[in-house]
Nanobody, 124 residues
Framework: EVQLVESGGGLVQAGGSLRLSCAAS????????IGWFRQAPGKEREGVLC????????EYADSVKGRFTISTDNAKNTLSLQMNTLKPEDTGVYYC?????????????????WGQGTQVTVSS
């Protein structure tokens, strides 16, 4: 059974940083796209970043380029999201996801598995 468990959410002031982690189990990191979505109140869920575990290629949403970075530890099946220079519009529930990376501003092409989400709130 595939499980994705996020941690590290919380409340931070605008301009601050936060690091999210995702612990994956039930599958190997080989040859997947893995990354993060977020959903703000009243808005649709949107892809944030996706990293290809086969070649390390990363797809970003335009809104987070230069501020968010993603990394994986394939041996431990963990994924991290480092968020810097946070803005109030980054507020939302952040979901770890596994699927296939996309491109052209859409980090994910498809998603097969989701985590339960962790809340990130950025105060102004």
């Amino acid at each position: 059974e595939v499980q994705l468990v996020e941690s590290g959410g919380g409340l931070v002031q605008a301009g601050g940083s936060l690091r999210l982690s995702c612990a994956a189990s039930g599958f190997s990191f080989d040859d997947y796209g893995i990354g993060w979505f977020r959903q703000a109140p009243g808005k649709e869920r949107e892809g944030v970043l996706c990293i290809s575990t086969s070649d390390g290629g990363i797809e970003y949403a335009d809104s987070v380029k230069g501020r968010f970075t993603i990394s994986t530890d394939n041996a431990k099946n963990t994924l991290s999201l480092q968020m810097n220079t946070l803005k109030p519009e980054d507020t939302g529930v952040y979901y770890c996801a596994v699927g296939k990376c996309g491109g052209g501003g859409a980090p994910f092409l498809t998603v097969g598995y989701w985590g339960q989400g962790t809340q990130v709130t950025v105060s102004s």
